[in-house]
């Protein structure tokens, strides 16, 4: 177990539909990553935030969109969906901000979403 | 970024050591070597890191070669548990706020026979 928590385990829903998906960070962390996995492309990173701010954006699709709430858990919004965007979708948090943290900082994966669009 | 890698896939037996091999011929003096596994179901998780020498922990060891060109993961005694997709990833250790994600390749999937 590694101490991240994210809900719901399983979705299903249909084309052009909106879903939100929930990330809870190990007690401490203050970053927040998430990313995709689907068959084809591997895992992608989506967008970081860090203590409420976001800090990066990896190959997130303008109809997804994330934030980090005062109490660090954090939602990524799916909109519009299409077929395409069914897959597992993993948060991650660590402790540290991505500068500073001399390449040694680990990040713990919670157990992920599946997402299937119909 | 500079890049890895991995073989596809590899093959183990039960109880046996299995070395997984990883290529990062354009690595840079501030790269760390970093592995994470990803078992079947599950998310990613984080199995050792190194630099320059040899690290050992309670999941594995990682040997790096002299010229950082080339690492090699060592799992000393294969269980069915250790079944899953190997992942090995540099990172920079002057990155900036932009930087602070994973970069996965392909990895390699690890089978491991009874």
């Known amino acids: 177990d590694s101490g991240v928590t994210q809900t719901p385990k399983h979705l299903i829903t249909a084309t052009g539909q909106r879903v939100t998906l929930r990330c809870s960070p190990r007690?401490?962390?203050?970053?927040v990553y998430w990313y995709q996995q689907s068959l084809d492309q591997g895992l992608q990173f989506l967008i970081h935030?860090?203590?409420?701010?976001?800090?990066a954006k990896g190959n997130i699709l303008e109809r997804f969109s994330a934030q980090q709430f005062p109490d660090l858990h954090s939602e990524l919004n799916l909109s519009s969906l299409e077929l395409g965007d069914s897959a597992l979708y993993f948060c991650?948090?660590?402790?540290?901000?991505?500068?500073?943290?001399?390449?040694?900082?680990?990040?713990?994966f919670g157990p992920g979403t599946r997402l299937t669009v119909l | 970024d500079a890049k890895t890698t991995q073989p596809n896939s590899m093959e183990s037996n039960e109880e046996e050591p299995v070395h997984l091999p990883c290529n990062h011929s354009?690595?840079?003096?501030?790269?760390?070597i970093h592995w994470y596994r990803q078992l079947p179901s599950q998310g990613p998780e984080y199995v050792i890191h190194?630099?320059?020498s040899n690290v050992n922990n309670r999941m594995a060891s990682l040997a790096i070669a002299e010229d950082r060109k080339s690492s090699t993961l060592i799992l000393h005694r294969a269980t069915l548990r250790d079944a899953a997709v190997y992942y090995c990833?540099?990172?920079?250790?002057?990155?900036?706020?932009?930087?602070?994600?994973?970069?996965f390749g392909k990895g390699t999937k690890l089978s491991v026979k009874p």
């Open positions: 991650a948090s660590s402790v540290t901000l991505a500068s500073g943290a001399g390449g040694t900082d680990t990040q713990y």
């Open positions: 007690s401490g962390d203050l970053s």
């Open positions: 935030y860090y203590n409420g701010e976001e800090r």
């Open positions: 354009t690595i840079s003096g501030t790269d760390y």
């Open positions: 190194g630099l320059t």
């Open positions: 990833i540099l990172r920079d250790r002057n990155y900036g706020g932009s930087q602070g994600n994973l970069i």
